[in-house]
């Protein structure tokens, strides 16, 4: 249920509804405006009558809320959130380009990606040192060796890092590396996993499972928020349809649809969504068209090399391709790029 405070109640009226609900057993979301503060009662609330909650010195409505996600709707949280994440800030007015390989290969390697990385103007570095994969004969990652690796380049190059967690036995280890814990697509509705890493307060980067709707997306970042975690972030990656051609088919009708009905930042993953790397640029431009809040893409020196995932990773070359595209996208919808000249009102963007 959400409780509405008139403009202008008191901190003290406030916090009696706040007991209030609280005595009836509700755990309670505060999100204050410029002009009112709102309410969540999370929990069982046929107890208590709207009617009852509006009778209340400063109440001005108390609503029901039906969507099974509570703490993520927008119902209860009107404004976008913005994540913060060790100084990268994903849901305001800059668009977030996350970057690097797919998988930690080495340091050398790592160095150069995030390199280019940081010099294309991206606000994250992205690099998997557990992968889940298909074949149980594939590179599976390089484990705490290439969390290490990654910490020791996020201090060289001033970028934070995203990577992946598989399991709530890894919440704790992933979190001493990494400033963002990534839930990967296969792992969306693993419920133990989100429940630890709502505990953990890491932010996190919950992906949209191949065979998931919009909804069990949502009620899945709804696991995370209810055991205790508001930074979270939604990225769109693609989903199983019939078409053969690309990897899934990116859902970027998803971005405006979770928006809708969501206060979180959404961003897109190209690079799973398509699987092919002449693909990755355009469906990337597209996404913030669509109003994501950044994209996420996989970058390797030498692409055809990579141990995975090298068919959809961009080389160095094309992340930048890539970084002054979407700047020049951002600067026609009002927003920006960190450190992109395409801030600069007189830039000229590249053609397309």
């Given at each position: 249920?959400i409780v509405v405070m008139r403009c202008g109640a008191t901190a003290e009226e406030t916090e009696l509804v706040k007991q209030r609900l609280t005595q009836a057993g509700l755990g309670i979301h505060e999100s204050t405006g410029e002009e009112r503060t709102i ?77 280019a990385a940081r010099d294309a103007g991206a606000s994250m570095l992205r690099g998997g040192a557990f992968k889940p994969r298909t074949s149980p004969y594939s590179f599976q990652g390089l484990g705490r060796e290439g969390l290490e690796m990654l910490a020791e ?200």
């Open positions: 249920m309410l969540g009662a999370i929990g069982d609330v046929r107890k208590l009558a709207p009617e009852t909650i509006e009778s209340w010195p400063g109440v001005e409505r108390a609503i029901r809320i039906l969507e099974p996600y509570k703490l993520a709707s927008r119902k209860l949280k009107p404004q976008p959130s913005v994540v913060e994440c060790n100084g990268a800030m994903i849901g305001g007015p800059e668009v977030v380009l996350i970057a690097g390989p797919c998988s930690v290969e080495n340091l050398d390697m790592l160095r150069l990606t995030a390199r380049v996020r201090s060289e190059f001033n970028l934070p890092v995203v990577t992946e967690v598989m399991a709530p036995e890894q919440v704790e280890m992933v979190s001493e590396y990494a400033d963002m814990l990534q839930i990967g697509a296969r792992n969306m509705q693993n419920f133990s996993l989100l429940q630890e890493v709502g505990r953990s307060k890491k932010p996190a980067l919950l992906k949209r499972g191949m065979m998931s709707s919009i909804d069990e997306w949502l009620q899945a970042a709804e696991y995370i928020l209810a055991y205790g975690n508001m930074q979270v972030v939604l990225c769109e990656r693609g989903i199983r349809t019939f078409e053969s051609y690309t990897r899934n088919t990116l859902d970027l009708s998803a971005v405006p649809a979770a928006k809708k009905f969501c206060h979180l930042p959404v961003i897109v993953d190209p690079s799973h969504g398509t699987g092919k790397r002449d693909l990755v640029i355009p469906m990337a431009m597209a996404a913030i068209a669509a109003g994501a809040d950044g994209v996420i893409v996989e970058a390797h020196p030498d692409p055809d090399k990579a141990l995975s995932d090298g068919a959809q990773s961009l080389d160095l070359s094309q992340l930048g391709i890539l970084s002054t595209r979407l700047a020049g996208i951002a600067r026609v919808l009002g927003r920006t790029m960190r450190n992109h000249p395409g801030n600069d009102p007189g830039y000229q963007p590249e053609a397309v």
